[in-house]
Each structure stands twice: as structure tokens, then as C-alpha cells.
T-cell receptor
Framework: GNSVTQMEGPVTLSEEAFLTINCTYTATGYPSLFWYVQYPGEGLQLLLKATKADDKGSNKGFEATYRKETTSFHLEKGSVQVSDSAVYFC?????????????FGTGTQLKVEL | NAGVTQTPKFQVLKTGQSMTLQCAQDMNHNSMYWYRQDPGMGLRLIYY???????DKGEVPNGYNVSRLNKREFSLRLESAAPSQTSVYFC?????????????FGPGTRLLVL
């Protein structure tokens, strides 16, 4: 079956530090890959996505590249801010006969301190 | 444009009681989804509706029923609540049942079953 594995949290960084959150996946077929972010007390919102191998998704200074050879989609940001504190979810989606179903990782909590 | 709305925001039930969680979207999306979020487990799909008039089981459907009332509304019903159903429930929608489509999430309903 399909699955997503992401690094355990919480990850605690100082402001302006470099961020990497690892994500690897197992899938049959050719998935689309997503990073969603959940701020405290809110629902999930899309951060970025990539729909084919070697695509790079980017948004708000965050980037992730779809690596088919390593089945990875690691999230990076060069300089984090306190406002980036949230839970980050990696997810994949494969079109099946029943439609667009997301498979999520367990989430990684990021805490950014001054 | 409110996006995806959910009611109620918070609910406490006793074991064996029933309730319906409501979800509506105003983006003219065809597909809608119900997820539950539990600590350390990410989000898991309960039921989804690829298009108006269709519903299908997701990963964890036991103890739940759904109704796609019309294109805008998708409700989740707990017929006889159990403590294991204590969770945060998220509704989502997407334009179509395509693996590349972004899903848009509501703010969630926090349910406590005593």
C-alpha cells in the first residue's frame, strides 16, 4: 500500500536557522506529493506541492523537490521565523478509481525560538 | 468566500449518543472528504465523496456514516458514539477527483466522547 514517513518531532530551532524536515514515501504508481501546514487551533492548509519527478514546489521561502530515485520530498527553508512554528504534514495522492485520496505522514512539529 | 466551514467547533458526547457533524463548501468543488486526526497518527480518511451522489469508505469507516446532501454539503454521522471516536474531525474538498488536486480543509470539529 501507500505510506508516508516523516521525521519525528518536535524540531526546535533558533530564528534564522536552516530547516530540513525529511519525508520519504512508498507508493504504487506515480503519486503527487504535498506539504501541508497546520497552525495551532486551525485546519490544514497547502504549503506546496509537486506533481511529477524532479518538480520543485516552493512557497513562502519553503522548498521541496520530488526525488523519484530516493522516493523523497524533503522540506527546506533557509531561514526560519517564529511565525513558522506549526505542525508540518507530508502527504501523497494517487488517482484511483475512487478518486483523489491523500495519505498523510504523522506530522512534524516545528518550534522556532528567538 | 468562506471556503470550507464545519459545525460545531466543539462537542462533548456521552457513550452511546448520536450526532451529526456538518460540512459545507462554497468553492463549487466536486469532491469532499472526512478525516480524523489523532495524536501521533496524522490524518486518516474516514469517508469521501468523489462527486455528488457518490460516497465511498476510506481507511477507518467503522462507526460512521455519511451523506452527500448536495454539491455543497457533506455530513458525517456517529450513530452510537464510543470513547475511541474522541478525535478532531476535518472536512476537506477538492475541485475534482484527480491525484494532482489540492484539498482545502475546514477548521475542524473537536469531539470528546465520555
Amino acid at each position: 500500500g501507500n505510506s508516508v514517513t516523516q521525521m519525528e518531532g518536535p524540531v526546535t530551532l533558533s530564528e534564522e536557522a536552516f530547516l530540513t524536515i525529511n519525508c520519504t514515501y512508498t507508493a504504487t504508481g506515480y503519486p503527487s506529493l504535498f506539504w501541508y501546514v497546520q497552525y495551532p487551533g486551525e485546519g490544514l492548509q497547502l504549503l506546496l506541492k509537486a506533481t511529477k519527478a524532479d518538480d520543485k514546489g516552493s512557497n513562502k521561502g519553503f522548498e521541496a523537490t520530488y526525488r523519484k530515485e530516493t522516493t523523497s520530498f524533503h522540506l527546506e527553508k533557509g531561514s526560519v521565523q517564529v511565525s513558522d512554528s506549526a505542525v508540518y504534514f507530508c502527504a501523497l495522492s494517487i488517482l484511483t478509481g475512487g478518486g483523489n485520496k491523500l495519505t498523510f505522514g504523522t506530522g512534524t512539529q516545528l518550534k522556532v525560538e528567538l | 468566500n468562506a471556503g470550507v466551514t464545519q459545525t460545531p467547533k466543539f462537542q462533548v458526547l456521552k457513550t452511546g449518543q448520536s450526532m451529526t457533524l456538518q460540512c459545507a463548501q462554497d468553492m463549487n468543488h466536486n469532491s469532499m472528504y472526512w478525516y480524523r486526526q489523532d495524536p501521533g497518527m496524522g490524518l486518516r480518511l474516514i469517508y469521501y465523496s468523489a462527486s455528488e451522489g457518490t460516497t465511498d469508505k476510506g481507511e477507518v469507516p467503522n462507526g460512521y456514516n455519511v451523506s452527500r446532501l448536495n454539491k455543497r454539503e457533506f455530513s458525517l454521522r456517529l450513530e452510537s458514539a464510543a470513547p475511541s471516536q474522541t478525535s478532531v474531525y476535518f472536512c476537506a474538498s477538492s475541485e475534482a477527483a484527480s491525484g494532482r488536486q489540492t484539498q482545502y480543509f475546514g477548521p475542524g470539529t473537536r469531539l470528546l466522547v465520555l
